[in-house]
């Protein structure tokens, strides 16, 4: 079935460095994508949210791409911080899965060293 | 800054009972929802809930499974007979309108022993 997923699950980087999470989608009719960030115990947090007419949007310190050729989704995290460890799920809405509800990826667990 | 608040934080039952999680979306909001993580994986739809009645449920949402709005502030999920597997965090999340961001709650931990 249609399914949002995500290729790193894994991601180490100094503080300081820019940091890039990945995300695979696989329903191209889905129109909108957020990003979210769950530390632990805790529930998700919007970061960015970017919408299939767009390419690009930037946030604080935070840029989301869509490459909607190819179905992939980024989010780049410039100068990471020891606060920016955390688990990074997108989601999309829209398309087949309609608006009533979101479509979680696997998630990516952020570890920032340093 | 307006936050969706769930209680409680932490729910420990006994399998075979009810349970009632309790949701306070922000307060312009309209649309309603609950979504389930268990531990270590990603986060489940579960229910949508605009204009008192469910818009979309997931297979996971079956007869045991019952929400309510009753009030103008509170949103609950009901789980009548819970199993082992229901253990997971529940968390409650709202938005304003169509095709905006879902604002998330910090969730409710239930153990089923």
């Known amino acids: 079935g249609e399914s949002v997923g995500l290729h790193l699950p894994t991601l180490s980087v100094q503080e300081g460095d820019n940091s890039i999470i990945n995300c695979a989608y696989s329903?191209?009719?889905?129109?909108?994508f957020i990003w979210y960030k769950q530390e632990s115990g805790k529930g998700p947090q919007f970061i960015i949210d970017i919408r299939s007419n767009m390419d690009k949007r930037q946030g604080q310190r935070v840029t989301v791409l869509l490459n909607k050729t190819v179905k992939h989704l980024s989010l780049q995290i410039a100068a990471t911080q020891p606060g920016d460890s955390a688990v990074y799920f997108c989601a999309e809405m829209g398309g087949f899965g309609g608006y009533n509800k979101l479509i979680f990826g696997a998630g990516t667990r952020l570890a920032v060293h340093p | 800054e307006p936050e969706v608040t769930q209680t409680p934080s932490h729910q420990v039952t006994q399998m075979g009972q009810e349970v009632i999680l309790r949701c306070v979306p922000i307060?312009?909001?309209?649309?309603f929802y609950w979504y389930r993580q268990i531990l270590g994986q990603k986060v489940e739809f579960l229910v949508s809930f605009y204009n008192n009645e469910i818009s979309e449920k997931s297979e996971i949402f079956d007869d045991q499974f019952s929400v309510e709005r009753p009030d103008g502030s509170n949103f609950t999920l009901k789980i009548r007979s819970t199993k082992l597997e229901d253990s997971a965090m529940y968390f409650c999340?709202?938005?304003?309108?169509?095709?905006?961001?879902?604002?998330f709650g910090p969730g409710t931990r239930l153990l089923v022993l």
């Open positions: 329903n191209s009719a889905s129109d909108y």
């Open positions: 307060s312009n909001h309209l649309y």
């Open positions: 999340a709202s938005r304003k309108d169509a095709g905006e961001t879902q604002y």
